[in-house]
């Protein structure tokens, strides 16, 4: 049976992606951007299938009349992806309070406000997908990504407990853990990087910057393979809690889950040494 997927930030990248392979799949979708003339251009061929709305994930209150035009043009929402989202990197002390803010606004509470907006249709229905954008740095940390981190480890916990809420109403929630693809992620366009200009991280902040800029438009993953992939989790009877995408995202959360037990291990006997008397 074709779905309905509400996808944010789906003029460029991944976002744009996953719309075109759920419409190659026969589905509708409801593409979101900031920019609707761009969503509507981009989706232009698809016109009967699409339904392009404005929709700055950083607005609460539209999110919620977005998600009533949707059900109202096609009676339903059975995905949602969270994909919205771009990079604030940079040395933590040299990231603007403000920008930080702006990271976790967008990262962050968006995820909230349209996951907000659109659970009661798919409570309804006893019935949803969603997808949520975390990175393979909503897994472990990077270097110059401290704020970037914070907010899909953010999103991470978030699905994760949400996951156990609304399972019951037949909901499930998947974490999509990407490594790095190919899109305008780490272009000037996108990404923002630190302000300030503390001596003491002018050499290592200037090469991860240059280490991210050698990256740009170059890296391995294919974002129309995403797409596809999240095609087959929404057919999927058990799609899991995390999808790991790219074998760099592959390599370095298995590498983390191994860190983690083998430290745990090894602080074992201090760990349990502060049980209380039974
Ligand atoms: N590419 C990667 O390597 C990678 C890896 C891990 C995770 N991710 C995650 O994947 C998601 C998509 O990133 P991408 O790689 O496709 O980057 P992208 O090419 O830069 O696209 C980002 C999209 O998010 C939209 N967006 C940003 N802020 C928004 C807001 N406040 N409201 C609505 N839309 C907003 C952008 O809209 P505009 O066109 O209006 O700017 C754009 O459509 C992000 O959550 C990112 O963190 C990406």
Redesign the pocket.
Known sequence: MSKTWFI?????????AIARAALEAGDRVVA????AA?IEEVFQAHAGKVLALE????DGARAVEAAEAAAARFGRIDVLVN?????QLGAFEEIAAEDADRQFD??FF?TLNVTRAVLPVMRRQRAGRIFN?????GMLGFQGASI?CAT?FAVEGFSESLALEVGQFGIRVTIV???????????G??VRYGTGSIADYAASAAEWQATYEAHNHK?A?D?AKLGAALVTLAASEEPPLRYAAGTDAVEAITGKLDAVRSEIERWRALSVSTDGAR
């Open positions: 944010t930030g789906a003029a460029r990248g991944i976002g744009a979101t951007g900031r920019n761009r929709l700055d994930v950083t994909n919205a989202g771009y990079g967008t990262n968006g954008l975390s990175s393979m740095g970037y899909k853990e990407p490594g790095f693809f190919r899109t305008d992620f780490l272009d366009s996108s890296q993953g974002p």
